[in-house]
């Protein structure tokens, strides 16, 4: 186990893709709390694996703050969230930082020049097809580095006080580089953006208990570095797994995974606007298909739970891995197929999954904390083996990311240590067992 950064600043992770496609550099932000969960910071920042060099790759300006950065598997560009505003980047009290007021930015280190908007914002009526009309968050490339995945929440509806506008929900959203998306000037927080963007998931304001109505879509993931194959052969190039809320049949909210099929052309509109109206959410593109995966309502710990977590893809697609509770309520990783069928329980441990996780490059190991200690978990048979020394509750690796390098010869991950200023996140390596 090794140190990487230092000093008195606290540094924040994102639950994937935190290395440079070169697996020589940790991408991370200054947000100052533990979790992240006070957006705060204003610079987007670079650690060199072997020398410890740092380098800013942006700085925010104005009164703006940045934050959650991942990076491109491969080139160096990487992607995140900016927020508030564009012109002017000052917060205001009509637009404070929240879900549905910021953006996805683009930057490449040492390249200024290069930064540009990802997802265009558009929130006068006609809205522009390729535009939103709010907020991204968590925004990941795809495995082949063209395409950007995203959860998003909506502005115009969070603001509606018109009869009969649905409710603004969390769904997930995908921009595509087919063409520079330009919206009319005609409200001061619209702004231009580098790639086409879309929903792909539909919710429903009021969803029937017991059928695989969503009110919710959330913690998304790529399946496959090249898709999956479907049941009948075919090759489904785009796919997203992501967990959604809804009801069991008796009412009670419960969070089941799902995965969402993506056409290859997004441009053009099923059965309703792309973009949204002024009292409809965004609507997915035509050939999108969205399933439900699981079905846990009539099990003794029903739903996926546990730490909070994203689904992650085995690199061939044929696997995604989620947390979910064994019969002794104890939360412990699964897998199931992106076609369906009975998820298969991969550990046994005597205490929970404590953190995300990620698949290594080869699939046969899913790095993650349990029992305070950087591990690795073997896919086919569950043996866990321990990387890091154990450690008190207080110096354990936090829950927020345990990412592999794309080479699959290290960990990533961050503990909280002391410093002469207090308390702060640090980003800290091991390496992988069976590549030492």
């Not at 619209?190 to 929903?199: K, P, R, T």
Request: hydrophobic share 30%; glycine share 8%; with cysteine.
């Amino acid at each position: 186990m090794r140190q990487i950064t230092k000093g008195t600043n606290n540094h924040l992770l994102t639950n994937a893709a935190v290395w440079s496609h070169d697996s020589e550099w940790i991408y991370f932000d200054t947000r100052s709390d533990t979790d992240g969960s006070v957006f705060d910071c204003s610079t987007i920042a670079r650690v060199h694996v072997h020398d410890g060099r740092v380098e800013t790759v942006y700085h925010a300006h104005h009164g703006a703050h940045v934050g959650v950065v991942t990076a491109s598997p491969t080139d160096d560009r990487v992607v995140f969230i900016h927020g508030p505003g564009v012109r002017p980047e000052n917060p205001a009290e009509d637009w404070p930082y929240n879900a549905y007021h910021r953006r996805g930015v683009i930057a490449i280190p040492n390249r200024p020049d290069q930064t540009c908007n990802l997802d265009a914002r558009d929130l006068s009526p006609p809205y522009t097809p390729g535009a939103l009309r709010g907020g991204t968050h968590v925004h990941v490339f795809s495995s082949d580095g063209c395409w950007v995945s995203f959860t998003y929440e909506d502005h115009v509806l969070a603001s509606s006080t018109s009869p009969g506008a649905e409710p603004n929900q969390r769904g997930v959203g995908i921009s595509v580089p087919v063409r520079n998306v330009s919206v009319p000037q005609t409200h001061p927080r619209n702004h231009d953006g580098s790639h086409f963007s879309v929903l792909v998931t539909r919710t429903w304001d009021r969803p029937v208990p017991g059928s695989d109505q969503i009110n919710r879509a959330y913690s998304d993931a790529w399946v496959g570095v090249d898709g999956y194959r479907k049941s009948n052969g075919e090759h489904q190039k785009r796919a997203i797994a992501f967990l959604g809320d809804c009801l069991s049949e008796h009412g009670h909210p419960i969070t089941e995974l799902f995965v969402v099929d993506i056409p290859r052309d997004v441009t053009v509109a099923g059965d309703a606007p792309l973009p949204g109206t002024e009292t409809t959410r965004p609507a997915p593109p035509a050939g999108t298909h969205q399933r439900r995966l699981t079905h846990t309502a009539d099990r003794k710990y029903p739903g996926i739970s546990g730490v909070r977590h994203w689904p992650r893809s085995s690199p061939d697609g044929e696997r995604i891995a989620f947390l979910m509770k064994d019969t002794h309520g104890v939360s412990q990783l699964w897998l199931v197929s992106p076609l369906g069928g009975e998820p298969r329980q991969l550990t046994t441990s005597r205490t929970p999954i404590q953190s995300a996780f990620t698949f290594r490059n080869d699939e046969q190991k899913i790095a993650c904390v349990i029992n305070h200690c950087v591990c690795e978990v073997d896919t086919e048979t569950g043996m866990i083996d321990e990387l890091t020394p154990q450690s008190p509750p207080e110096l354990s690796p936090l829950s927020l990311a345990c990412v592999y390098s794309p080479d699959g010869t290290q960990i990533a991950f961050l503990r909280r240590i002391p410093t002469p200023a207090g308390p702060r996140n640090h980003l800290f390596t091991c390496r992988s067992k069976l590549r030492q």
